[in-house]
């Protein structure tokens, strides 16, 4: 089976209007892009942000009449008042196993001297290696993103064991399982996602991780406790909103590590969590940074 694929030059105030057409006309879904790959990572708090240059994009039946759609969506347009027609193509795309083909993408990465994260379908690499088997599901993390593997580098870096570890916003559960099987005595995993709870259960489960290791919460149903080591892979806007609260999960003495931010938050993190944290030099990869301290002992 084939698709034929409608791509749409538009402008973001004819954007949804578009949008409805085009679902109106029978598409099976309609995707956004930023024509100049300029992707928005982090909006502003409750807004919807789109690119000056947008491509619409509508996914249609490989039998489905091209020049019948155009008509059609061009026709209600002008209804509308609207006098100009974005300019358009069109590309046949060919049915595809999407999961297929990036399981077949996702290779063992080793990070640090000890660690190895390995897809739960993938022969180990080194048997006498500390080995995560991870299945991500539909929860984030898989150690291939820069912030996953900047934190994974932290983790193998440190003396775990008899340590708790807190992972907040643990997605996969990547990181407090990684924890773990470095020799953490303790994991508690952190996420509004359901879905990362899931995962993080699954995850724990394949690795031969006894469930009084660990615990998983959404955020309003985790009771505040204070640990060793406590990660924090999550954007810059929740950490610096959440600063008062991950910071009271290290133990004094502790240590901490944030990720998913840009050099351009330092400041503004490092200020918002400076009442709690010392923090000591910063490591970078491909543009991202992660940020590490120790909870003052007052």
Not at 277 to 284: G, R
Request: net charge negative.
């Amino acid at each position: 089976m084939h698709w034929l694929q409608l791509l749409f030059k538009t402008t973001p105030d004819l954007v949804e209007q578009l949008e409805d057409l085009l679902l109106e006309s029978g598409c099976s879904s309609v995707t956004l892009k930023d024509a100049q790959d300029d992707p928005v990572y982090e909006p502003e708090r409750g807004t919807t942000p789109l690119w000056q240059q947008t491509i619409v994009v509508a996914l249609y039946e490989g039998d489905t009449n091209e020049a019948d759609i155009i008509a059609n969506v061009r026709s209600r347009l002008m209804l509308t008042g609207e006098q100009s027609f974005p300019t358009y193509h069109s590309e046949i795309v060919e049915e595809k196993d999407w999961v297929r083909a990036w399981m077949d993408h996702f290779e063992p990465i080793q990070f640090g001297a000890r660690l190895w994260v390995c897809p739960s379908w993938h022969e180990i690499p080194d048997p006498k290696a500390v080995n995560l088997m991870l299945d991500p599901g539909l929860a984030f993390g898989t150690g291939t993103h820069p912030t996953t593997a900047l934190c994974l580098e932290w983790l193998d870096s440190l003396e775990l064991n008899d340590k708790t570890i807190i992972d907040y916003g643990c997605g996969s559960g990547i990181l407090g399982i990684a924890g773990l099987l470095l020799g953490a005595t303790k994991m508690i995993g952190v996420d509004n996602d359901p879905q990362a709870l899931i995962a993080t259960k699954d995850n724990a489960s394949r690795n031969q991780v006894t469930e009084t290791k660990f615990d998983v919460y959404l955020p309003e149903d985790f009771p505040l406790q204070q640990a060793d080591v406590v990660v924090a892979n999550i954007l810059a806007g929740p950490l610096v909103y959440l600063a008062e609260r991950i910071a009271s999960c290290v133990k004094p003495g502790g240590k901490l590590a944030m990720a998913g931010l840009f050099p351009r938050h330092m400041d503004e993190i490092m200020l918002a969590y400076s009442p709690w944290i010392q923090f000591l030099p910063s490591a970078e990869k491909d543009g991202w940074v992660r940020l590490e301290g120790i909870r003052r002992i007052v």
